[in-house]
């Protein structure tokens, strides 16, 4: 494009684009920041910047790298072809996507397409309130969420999302979602006891006695959890979370919308600890971004649920989703999926996660403000502290200085954002599934430089 016509582009983006997650009033005086390329790790912005993500697209979503032309191309042929139709009909990609993803995760068999990771949790939340409606006279329609947790954007995903600036000034929320306590055990009083992880499953426990097992159908929980500061379960939490769910007819429920699809080195981030979830949703790095998708996945035994009396119209799943029509979605979906396969990608996160865990923890020996790095593969956490010994938290505004430092030195690095008042101060990362070490030392690099500017 001509300098004329760039210009054009930024003018008509202040004068009409309204941006995700963003205050407007500094673009009243400045411009923003508008990506116009992408290949492997690096973007490019509309004056021709060039920047390292290590952010996936912002929000961990493109893992496979950008300007991947198989799944352009893969996208392009399908809906050449046959674009879209509404999904109670099937079509060939969608079939063949479903088959290839139930490969991945023994113990599921049914795979329902939609086009976000809000959407596709919707969908579990409908599958249990529609259960209890038809076995339980709607008792059992309580969905148990964890604190610090984040499931989507609408009113009831944020009404079973832990994160009270997500939700403020959106409700009143929809009715039926209970909090549990959170599993962080660097915030937890009993955080260094060896049985910590047990005792926060317990305290799950705790809340289904006491809003009574009859009227709780499920738990919803992330593997790790994401947004809310880069949490991972302590050892024993998702076995002792398991035999608690069977033990009181819960079903589990983990949403895989930002671990899934290699992010923390297996296929899918609950995999990591032997669980066996009734529904798995996911969406982001399932076609890395290149078409909008998201799916629920579900056990055979709950779909069998919707069979039960064909004779009673209101008992199969009425439910559908527009864009879960669209053929490019799980075409994108395959040619991604190949790419992880052939490239040997999830062999590439583990190796290169614990090159980033190391090299972070060796950031944290330089940096006392860094007070504990925690991770599974390319998906990490650095959270800075005032004060080691207390772990009192950093404002938010530090978190957001040492980002700003970064991105002016070419680098794109995540934080906890418009999340948790008190606790915004965790440093993200999750670069792109085929990041390198250079690509890691640039990130690690930065980091550092930003630490020491903004702590001086």
Same mark, same amino acid.
């Given at each position: 494009?001509?300098?004329?016509?760039? &210009?054009?582009?930024?003018?008509?983006?202040?004068?009409?684009?309204?941006? !995700?997650?963003?205050?407007?009033?500094?673009?009243?005086?400045?411009?923003?920041?508008?990506?116009? #390329?992408?290949? +492997?790790?690096?973007?490019?912005?509309?004056?021709?910047?060039?920047?390292?993500?290590?952010?996936? +697209?912002?929000?961990?979503?493109?893992?496979? /790298?950008?300007?991947?032309?198989?799944?352009?191309?893969?996208?392009?042929?399908?809906?050449?072809?046959?674009?879209?139709?509404?999904?109670?009909?099937?079509?060939?990609?969608?079939?063949?996507?479903?088959?290839?993803?139930?490969?991945? %995760?023994?113990?599921?068999?049914?795979?329902?397409? &939609?086009?976000?990771?809000?959407?596709?949790?919707?969908?579990?939340?409908?599958?249990?309130?529609?259960?209890?409606?038809?076995?339980?006279?709607?008792?059992?329609?309580?969905?148990?969420?964890?604190?610090?947790?984040?499931?989507?954007?609408?009113?009831?995903?944020?009404?079973?999302?832990g994160q009270d600036q997500r939700k403020d000034q959106y409700g009143p929320f929809t009715p039926g979602f209970v909090e549990v306590p959170h599993c962080l055990a660097y915030r937890a009083p009993n955080g260094?006891?060896?049985?910590?992880?047990?005792?926060?499953?317990?305290?799950?426990?705790?809340?289904?006695?006491?809003?009574?097992?009859? $009227?709780?159908?499920?738990?919803?929980?992330?593997?790790?959890?994401?947004? /809310?500061?880069?949490?991972?379960?302590?050892?024993?939490?998702? #076995?002792?979370?398991?035999?608690?769910?069977?033990?009181? /007819?819960?079903?589990? !429920?983990?949403?895989?919308?930002?671990?899934?699809?290699?992010?923390?080195?297996?296929?899918? +981030?609950?995999? !990591?600890?032997?669980?066996?979830?009734?529904?798995?949703?996911?969406?982001?790095?399932? =076609?890395?971004?290149?078409? =909008?998708?998201?799916?629920?996945? $579900?056990?055979?035994?709950?779909?069998?649920?919707?069979?039960?009396?064909?004779?009673?119209?209101?008992?199969?799943?009425?439910?559908?989703?527009?864009?879960?029509?669209?053929?490019?979605?799980?075409?994108?979906?395959? =040619?991604? %999926?190949?790419?992880?396969?052939?490239?040997?990608?999830?062999?590439?996160?583990?190796?290169?996660? @614990?090159?980033?865990?190391?090299?972070?923890?060796?950031?944290?020996?330089?940096?006392?403000?860094?007070?504990?790095?925690?991770?599974?593969?390319?998906?990490? +956490?650095?959270?800075?502290?005032?004060?080691?010994?207390?772990?009192?938290?950093?404002?938010?505004?530090?978190?957001?200085?040492?980002?700003?430092?970064?991105?002016?030195?070419?680098? %794109?690095?995540?934080? $906890?954002?418009?999340?948790?008042? @008190?606790?915004?101060?965790?440093?993200?990362? &999750?670069?792109?599934?085929?990041?390198?070490?250079?690509?890691?030392?640039?990130?690690?690099? &930065?980091?550092d430089v930003a630490l020491g500017n903004v702590t001086q």
């Amino acid at each position: 494009m001509k300098p004329n016509d760039l &210009s054009e582009i930024v003018s008509s983006d202040k004068s009409h684009v309204w941006h !995700h997650l963003s205050q407007h009033k500094p673009l009243q005086t400045s411009d923003p920041l508008v990506i116009v #390329e992408g290949k +492997g790790l690096r973007v490019t912005d509309i004056n021709g910047r060039e920047y390292l993500d290590a952010v996936s +697209g912002g929000v961990w979503t493109v893992n496979v /790298g950008y300007g991947r032309e198989s799944i352009a191309d893969a996208v392009r042929d399908q809906l050449v072809k046959m674009c879209y139709f509404a999904n109670s009909a099937g079509n060939i990609p969608g079939a063949q996507f479903a088959e290839k993803l139930i490969d991945k %995760m023994p113990g599921l068999s049914r795979v329902y397409y &939609s086009n976000s990771g809000s959407e596709a949790n919707e969908k579990g939340f409908k599958l249990v309130r529609q259960l209890a409606a038809m076995k339980n006279d709607g008792k059992k329609h309580k969905v148990l969420y964890r604190d610090r947790d984040y499931h989507g954007t609408t009113i009831t995903a944020l009404s079973a999302t832990g994160q009270d600036q997500r939700k403020d000034q959106y409700g009143p929320f929809t009715p039926g979602f209970v909090e549990v306590p959170h599993c962080l055990a660097y915030r937890a009083p009993n955080g260094d006891d060896p049985d910590y992880g047990v005792q926060a499953a317990k305290e799950i426990e705790k809340v289904i006695l006491r809003e009574g097992p009859d $009227t709780v159908g499920s738990l919803c929980l992330e593997p790790i959890t994401a947004g /809310g500061g880069v949490i991972l379960p302590p050892e024993g939490y998702f #076995e002792t979370v398991q035999e608690i769910c069977q033990k009181y /007819g819960v079903l589990l !429920h983990i949403d895989e919308v930002v671990c899934g699809m290699g992010r923390t080195g297996k296929w899918f +981030g609950y995999q !990591h600890y032997g669980v066996k979830p009734d529904i798995v949703t996911m969406a982001k790095g399932v =076609a890395s971004g290149y078409a =909008a998708i998201s799916v629920t996945v $579900t056990t055979e035994d709950l779909f069998n649920e919707f069979l039960a009396d064909p004779s009673d119209k209101m008992s199969y799943f009425r439910d559908i989703s527009t864009f879960g029509g669209v053929a490019g979605g799980p075409a994108a979906a395959l =040619a991604n %999926m190949k790419i992880i396969e052939e490239e040997n990608l999830l062999d590439n996160v583990n190796n290169m996660g @614990e090159y980033l865990m190391d090299s972070l923890n060796e950031l944290m020996g330089k940096h006392e403000i860094i007070g504990q790095v925690r991770g599974k593969g390319l998906f990490v +956490g650095a959270e800075l502290v005032k004060d080691r010994n207390t772990r009192e938290p950093v404002d938010e505004s530090v978190a957001a200085a040492v980002a700003a430092d970064c991105l002016k030195q070419g680098v %794109m690095i995540g934080r $906890t954002n418009r999340s948790l008042a @008190e606790y915004n101060n965790t440093l993200c990362l &999750s670069p792109a599934l085929i990041c390198t070490k250079d690509d890691i030392d640039e990130i690690v690099n &930065s980091i550092d430089v930003a630490l020491g500017n903004v702590t001086q």
